[in-house]
C-alpha cells in the first residue's frame, strides 16, 4: 500500500518537473509565440472560434470532451475531422489541466 503513494508522488513530482522546464522555456524569449497558443484545456469558446477553421459548433464540442491529455484527442474522440485538426493543431497547446485527476493532489508522505 505504502509502495503505490510513492509511485503517486513520484508521478506527481515528475509531472511538475516538466511543466516547470516548460515555464522557464517560455521565459526565455519563446513567451511571444506562446502568447499567439491557445490552451485546448482552459480556453472559452469564444477564443477557440476565433481560430481560422473552428466554427462555434467546433468550439462547443471541444470545451464540452474536456479534459484533454494530447492535442490528437481531438481526432480520436472524433471531435475534429482530420482536415480540421491539420489546420488548427498548431494553434494549440496542453496547459497544466491536462495532468489526470489522481495526480493534481497527492497526500503528503508523514
Not at 32 to 54: P, V, W
Not at 66 to 78: A, G, K
Request: proline content about 6%; overall charge positive; aromatic content about 8%.
Amino acid at each position: 500500500m505504502n509502495r503505490g503513494r510513492k509511485v503517486g508522488f513520484a508521478a506527481r513530482l515528475a509531472l511538475s518537473a516538466i511543466w516547470i522546464a516548460g515555464a522557464m522555456v517560455a521565459g526565455c524569449g519563446m513567451a511571444a509565440s506562446r502568447r499567439s497558443l491557445i490552451d485546448l484545456n482552459s480556453a472559452s469558446e469564444q477564443e477557440l472560434s476565433s481560430i481560422a477553421g473552428l466554427s462555434p459548433d467546433d468550439a462547443s464540442r471541444i470545451v464540452a470532451n474536456r479534459p484533454y491529455y494530447h492535442r490528437r484527442e481531438l481526432v480520436d474522440r472524433h471531435v475534429l475531422t482530420d482536415v480540421q485538426y491539420e489546420q488548427v493543431h498548431e494553434r494549440l497547446y496542453l496547459g497544466p489541466p491536462a495532468v489526470p485527476s489522481y495526480l493534481r493532489w497527492v497526500a503528503p508522505i508523514p
